[in-house]
């Protein structure tokens, strides 16, 4: 089964900008279209948008238009968020997710998440 | 409307049942899929398509459905059952996801 394996933990100020990488295991990473997945300090888990890993088109979810980029490069098997103009809101684990159509869309693989915390 | 209710807790010793519920109108028309968060790990897919469950799942997980309440029941609760389950839908639009609040499992 495909694995997906984030990036590490991020310090950044509010401002900057970061991105965080998803590397899938296998090359069927065109498979697996790649969602995005918040949790901040206490709360629960909040769908950001996704990516279809085949076109490179990306769906994003209200709320994160505009700071947030989905991309991806298949030659590497690799997805990435980039959040811009960092706000200390944006501070939580960041989890990519792939989902499969033999379980009906249910995000079947995570990545291990990536922390990011934005403070000055 | 389009959100996804849960309690924010469960308690049960082990060996008990826990049953934790999902609510939301827009689960007449869309599967549920639930999963479990432990601190510090990323989330595990425990049940999908309201009934359906991982080969890797223990089978002390199952799902039900019925109207606009879904409903994961874990029997003979373990201690490592002790998480954070939520569950997860598409919206009526299919157009996006929705997440429920999330439910803590204490396994006293």
């Known amino acids: 089964q495909v694995q997906l394996i984030q990036s590490g933990s991020e310090l950044r100020n509010p401002g900057a900008s970061v991105r965080v990488s998803c590397k899938a295991s296998?090359?069927?990473?065109?498979?697996?279209?790649i969602n995005w997945v918040r949790q901040a300090p206490g709360q629960g888990l909040e769908w950001m948008g996704w990516?279809?890993?085949?076109?490179?088109?990306?769906t994003y979810a209200q709320g994160f238009v505009g700071r947030f980029v989905f991309s991806s490069d298949a030659s590497v098997t690799s997805a990435y968020l980039e959040i811009n103009d960092l706000k200390p809101e944006d501070t939580a684990i960041y989890y990519c997710?792939?989902?499969?159509?033999?379980?009906?869309?249910?995000?079947?693989?995570w990545g291990q998440g990536t922390m990011l915390t934005v403070s000055s | 409307s389009d959100d996804l209710t849960q309690p924010p807790s469960v308690s049960v010793s082990p060996g008990q049942t826990a049953r934790i519920t999902c609510s939301g109108d827009?689960?007449?028309?869309?599967?549920v899929y639930w999963y479990q968060k432990k601190s510090g790990q990323a989330p595990v897919l425990v049940m999908y398509?309201?009934?359906e469950r991982p080969s890797e799942i223990p089978d002390r997980f199952s799902g039900s459905s019925s109207g606009t309440t879904v409903t994961l029941t874990i029997s003979g609760v373990q201690t490592e059952d002790e998480a954070d389950y939520f569950c997860?839908?598409?919206?009526?639009?299919?157009?996006?996801?929705?997440f429920g609040g999330g439910t803590r499992l204490s396994v006293l």
């Open positions: 398509k309201d009934t």
């Open positions: 296998e090359y069927t990473f065109t498979n697996y279209p």
């Open positions: 997710a792939g989902a499969a159509l033999a379980t009906g869309g249910a995000f079947e693989v």
């Open positions: 827009v689960l007449t028309k869309q599967y």
């Open positions: 990516l279809n890993t085949k076109t490179g088109d990306p």
């Open positions: 997860q839908s598409p919206d009526s639009s299919m157009n996006s996801v929705l």
